[in-house]
């Protein structure tokens, strides 16, 4: 049955009721995610740092994305929202290609996907929208722009880019988008924008005053080591978990302690 994330988006919004978001990118862990009282599944772009190996997005490619959904969706046993993004240069410069790369990650098993930016991308957003596929915005730090916005770091630290993600936002709400990420945007900036939206936003190191949250998983159960950054808060220490077991696995192969007699088949 098809979600009408719509409708239940802005209802939590009017209701006041706070979206919670978290990234998902594996079969395994969508059985986890899928019957706790997350809200949506986001297959994340961020794979690519937290699960591939690579310094930031940009080398995800569509098929890593649908690769992911699909096992998502395979574990997505609770029936969540999932929403994938779409991977750096699959949509943003031809709209006749983003609705093509869309349409590949709703039949991989997305209900909805996300990307990034604002008026320059206007006319994907409004093609892959024309094509019937809810859109998810994303603006402020966009991780597929670093390499030209200089890095990871706070953003709408000036009056000409307040002014921007203020536009953006209203552009995209007025184009149709469900919901908004707001990434890496000082709280008092976030919660002026959000109060004249009525889509709702979803933040990432924006502050109190979004109407939901999202967290990379790999930040908040503390298996990502590489950086963390000022707005996660670990709620799990899974590295230091993962670290004790294999190495008393490995010390009990090597003292001979497992496996016992209890492991073995008669
Ligand atoms: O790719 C991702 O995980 C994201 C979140 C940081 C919002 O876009």
């Known amino acids: ?17 706070k979206i919670a978001m ?26 690519g740092m937290v699960k591939l190996g690579y310094e930031n997005t940009l080398s995800v490619t569509i098929d890593d994305m649908i690769h992911h959904t699909k096992a998502v969706k395979r574990g997505n046993k609770g029936g969540k929202i999932i929403v994938t993004d779409m991977s750096y240069k699959t949509y943003e410069d031809n709209p006749r290609e983003a609705v093509i790369n869309a349409k590949k990650l709703m039949d991989a098993g997305a209900d909805a996907v996300k990307v990034e930016g604002g008026l320059e991308i206007l006319p994907s957003i ?16 966009l991780p597929q722009s670093v390499e030209k916005t200089g890095g990871f770091k706070v953003q709408c630290r000036d009056k000409e880019s307040i002014k921007k993600l203020h536009d953006d936002s209203l552009i995209l709400q007025d184009a149709g988008v469900f919901s908004i990420v707001f990434e890496c945007i000082p709280e008092n900036v976030a919660k002026d924008v959000v109060s004249k939206l009525d889509v709702p936003v979803i933040g990432i190191g924006a502050g109190r005053y979004c109407d939901g949250q999202v967290l990379v998983s790999d930040d908040m159960l503390g298996m990502f080591e590489d950086f963390t950054p000022k707005f996660v808060k670990k709620y799990a220490n899974l590295s230091k978990t993962i670290k004790e077991a294999v190495n008393l696995y490995a010390a009990e192969v090597k003292n001979g302690k497992f496996p016992k007699e209890e492991n073995t088949y008669k």
């Open 126 to 141: 409004k093609e892959i929208l024309k094509a019937g596929i809810p859109v998810m915005g994303h603006l402020g730090l």
């Open 22 to 47: 978290i990234t998902c990118y594996d079969a395994s862990m969508s059985k986890l995610f899928s019957v706790s009282s997350v809200d949506i599944l986001l297959v994340g772009d961020t794979l």
């Open 1 to 17: 049955m098809r979600k009408n994330i719509y409708a239940d988006l802005i209802n939590m919004k009017k209701g006041n009721e």
